[in-house]
């Protein structure tokens, strides 16, 4: 059973950072690619950040490009997100996804497995 579980949310002032960690069990981490997606309250879920299996591929949202890192352990079969300077707009519950077809894609329903999310709230 695929299981996907993220950690490291939490209640921060504006400008700070976090790092938040999805660890999954259950599949063949290396070969997928792995996404974060982020929902605030009243809005869809959307992209936020996407890696190759390998790592050395990587897609960011406009909206985080040059604040948030996306990286990965294969060998911990984790999935990191980085996020420096942080703004109230990035407050939203942060899901981690799995997508076993390759593509570094920017949409949700191309992604098979996902966590249960993790809080960050942004306060100024």
């Known amino acids: 059973q695929v299981q996907l579980v993220e950690s490291g949310g939490g209640l921060v002032q504006a400008g700070a950072s976090l790092r938040l960690s999805c660890s999954a069990s259950?599949?063949?981490?290396?070969?997928?690619?792995m996404g974060w997606f982020r929902q605030a309250p009243g809005k869809e879920r959307e992209f936020v950040a996407a890696i190759s299996g390998s790592g050395g591929r990587t897609s960011y949202a406009d909206s985080v490009k040059g604040r948030f890192t996306i990286y990965r352990d294969n060998a911990k079969n984790t999935v990191y997100l980085q996020m420096n300077s942080l703004k109230v707009e990035d407050t939203a519950v942060y899901y981690c996804?799995?997508?076993?077809?390759?593509?570094?894609?920017?949409?949700?329903?191309?992604?098979?497995?996902w966590g249960q999310g993790t809080q960050v709230t942004v306060s100024s």
């Open positions: 259950g599949l063949t981490f290396r070969i997928y690619v």
């Open positions: 996804a799995a997508d076993r077809r390759g593509a570094l894609s920017v949409v949700r329903n191309a992604y098979d497995y």
